[in-house]
C-alpha cells in the first residue's frame, strides 16, 4: 500500500515561490498518472497539476504558467513548484494518483500567501 507524505508549504507573500514535495513509500508510483489537489477553506478538494508516466503534464487553468509539476522516479517523489503565488492559492496541497485513490490521501502540507 502506498504512503505519501507531502511538504514543503508554508507563509510566503504574494509573488513568492515554493516547492512542494511528495515522496511515496510502499510502492512505486512509476507509470502511474501522479497529481497534486488542493482544498481550501470551505471548498471542495480541486486538481491542480497532473502529470502522465510519459510526462505530459495538465494544469488547471487558475494556475497555468505558474505553477509546474514535475517527477523523479528514482526518488519516487513528485514536485510541485509554484511560482508567482497569489492569496487565492492558500490552500492545503495533497498529492495522490489521478484518478485518486481514496485510501492514500496523506495529511497535506499547508500553503498560505499573504497579500
Known amino acids: 500500500q502506498v504512503q505519501l507524505v507531502e511538504s514543503g508549504g508554508g507563509l510566503v507573500q504574494a509573488g513568492g515561490s515554493l516547492r512542494l514535495s511528495c515522496a511515496a513509500s510502499g510502492s512505486s508510483f512509476s507509470g502511474k498518472p501522479m497529481a497534486w489537489y488542493r482544498q481550501a477553506p470551505g471548498k471542495q478538494r480541486e486538481l491542480v497539476a497532473l502529470?502522465?508516466?510519459?510526462?505530459?503534464?495538465v494544469y488547471a487553468d487558475s494556475v497555468k504558467g505558474r505553477f509546474t509539476i514535475s517527477g523523479d522516479n528514482a526518488k519516487n517523489t513528485v514536485y510541485l513548484q509554484m511560482n508567482s503565488l497569489r492569496p487565492e492559492d492558500t490552500a492545503v496541497y495533497y498529492c495522490?494518483?489521478?484518478?485518486?485513490?481514496?485510501?492514500?490521501w496523506g495529511q497535506g502540507t499547508q500553503v498560505t500567501v499573504s497579500s
Open positions: 495522490n494518483n489521478f484518478p485518486p485513490v481514496s485510501y492514500q
Open positions: 502529470i502522465r508516466s510519459a510526462g505530459s503534464t
